[in-house]
Structure formats: C-alpha cells, structure tokens
C-alpha cells in the first residue's frame, strides 16, 4: 500500500511538472529553422519544451501566429511587413541578412522574355505578400514600370509551378526552394533575382503575448539559432544533408541554395531598422499598404530584445 501510495505520489508530480513546464510553440518553414538546428546540434538541454509546427509559407505561418496558435517563427521581410500592417500583434526579435540569388522572377527555360521589361503587359504568378511579391515590384521599379505593368496572379508555389510549366503564366515570382529545384530540374531561368533591389533581410519574430511572458525562452531560442547559422555558414554540406531527409528533395537543391544564400545573424541596428522601412515604403507607393495603416520599422523592429547579440559578428 505504501509502495502505491509513493507511486502515486511520484506521478502526480510529474504531471504537476509537465503541467509547469514552459512550451516555447515555433513554426517553421519547409524544415528550416529545424533541419539547421537539429544539424547543428543545439537542440541538446532545453530548459523548455520545443514544438514545431510546419508551414508551407510564411503567410499560413503568420495566421497562426496571430491565432495564438504558435508562440515564433521563421519569416522573409516581405510577409513580416504586410502582417504588421494588416495589425497581427508580431515583432522581430532576431534579424538575418543573405544573397538573393533564390529571390528571383522565373520563365520557362525556352521562354522569350530576357528582361523586366520584356514582361510589360504579362503575367507573373505569385504569392500574395510574400517575398516574391517583393522582388516583382522592386523589379518593375527598377525597369521604370508601374506596379500594374503586370498582371499578378496570386498561386501558391505549388500552383505556380504547374502554371507556369504549362504556360498559363508568362513568368513565376518565387524564393528557395522552389528556385533551386526548379533551376537544377531546368524547367526554368531566372530573369532578375533579388540582389540589389531588396535587402535580403529574414527574422525570428514572435507575438507580442509571446515576448511578454517567454522572453527568456525566446532569447535562449535566438541565441541557439544564431550559432546555427554560422555553424552552417563554415560549410552548408550537413545542414543541407539533413534538410533533404526531412523535406524529401535531392540534397543538390539545398547546397546550392544554402551555399549561394549566406544566411549571417545581423543586430537589429539603424542600418537593418532603414532597410526594413525601405520595404514598408514600397509597399505603400504600390498601394498595397494603405499609408494610414502602414507600420514604423522602428516599431516592429524590436531592437531592445537582442537575444543573440553576443554570438553576431
């Protein structure tokens, strides 16, 4: 009887430790954050429970997000913004800059189009919001075009894909890795990709509710994060390894978009703070944000909630 009685007592404790224990909610992309940290082996002694949920794009993220469905996720400057803007409670807590070769407008291998400009009057398949609406915009900017210059239909990458392979659509509007697969596979060509025209910024963001009663959590999280990605940054060859088990593609496609990309932690500073509202600005002379509801970099950008800054170089 005392045996049970002590077994009793040791379970209920522990279910009055599991009840106590703080789950850290994070959602995640294709694998990303997940694949890379689980690579990187900085997974080991949590002082937290850690739960994924995946997405295929940031936006479905965001919505959870918003929700109260996850606590942080992985998210491009493009997505962030419109969330922002459309007043889902979300800051950046941690900022990361890369190359923008995997940022890019596609056609079909065979396709006529060379140029921005020769897409005058065509149309590009997209998400709505998300980076590869981004570059489209830069891109046309850039030509000297308007933001209607173009026709956008709003397709998710899987319909894109199939849209543009049979022509319905002149050209796709699309990041990694979907641009990787779709060049190694040479079903399609890049005709602008996003370096020069935006600034290549990606965050760990979080939801307010989040940054106010996880924090700690949320910056041991960063912090692990961070040394991820220079662990990957020394030589992408394992990340990428990883990455094709649990997503299911060639490991070709991820070693060359990890290996062009150069995914380096930078301080939410003045120069990402600009950069950010650079892209909020866009947004709004394109009329996509109207300028009453368009939000403040500095804002949103919670530069006071540094959780990697020991480990950024």
Do not use: C
Not at 206 to 211: M, R
């Amino acid at each position: 009887m005392r045996a049970l009685i002590t077994l009793l007592a040791v379970l209920a404790f522990a279910g009055i430790a599991r009840a106590d224990e703080t789950v850290l909610r994070v959602g995640d992309q294709r694998g990303n954050a997940r694949a890379l940290m689980e690579a990187a082996g900085v997974l080991a002694d949590l002082p937290y429970r850690l739960e994924w949920s995946e997405f295929p794009a940031a936006a479905p993220l965001l919505e959870a997000l918003n929700a109260g469905a996850i606590d942080a996720g992985g998210v491009g400057d493009a997505p962030f913004t419109f969330a922002a803007a459309a007043g889902v409670p979300v800051k950046a807590f941690v900022a990361f800059r890369n190359k923008q070769d995997g940022l890019a407008i596609l056609v079909a291998k065979d396709s006529p189009f060379k140029t921005v400009a020769d897409l005058k009057g065509k149309s590009i398949a997209t998400n709505r919001g998300s980076i590869g609406h981004q570059v489209v915009l830069a891109a046309l900017e850039e030509a000297g075009l308007p933001a209607n210059a173009v026709t956008l239909r709003f397709l998710p990458p899987a319909d894109a894909k199939i849209a543009l392979a049979g022509g319905s659509v002149d050209a796709w509007a699309t990041w990694e890795p979907y641009t990787s697969t779709a060049e190694l596979a040479g079903l399609a060509r890049v005709v602008r990709d996003g370096n020069g025209i935006t600034p290549g910024l990606s965050f760990a963001v979080a939801s307010d509710a989040a940054l106010k009663t996880k924090r700690a959590q949320l910056a041991d999280f960063g912090r692990r994060l961070v040394s991820a990605r220079e662990w990957a940054l020394k030589d992408p060859a394992p990340y990428a390894a990883v990455w094709s088990k649990l997503i299911g593609l060639p490991e070709a496609v991820p070693l060359r978009w990890f290996s062009r990309a150069e995914y380096r932690a930078v301080p939410i500073d003045d120069a990402v703070i600009a950069d950010e509202q650079l892209n909020i600005d866009l947004y709004v002379r394109s009329g996509l944000i109207p300028a009453a509801r368009a939000p403040r970099a500095d804002i949103i950008l919670d530069r006071s909630f540094e959780p990697a800054a020991i480990a950024v170089r």
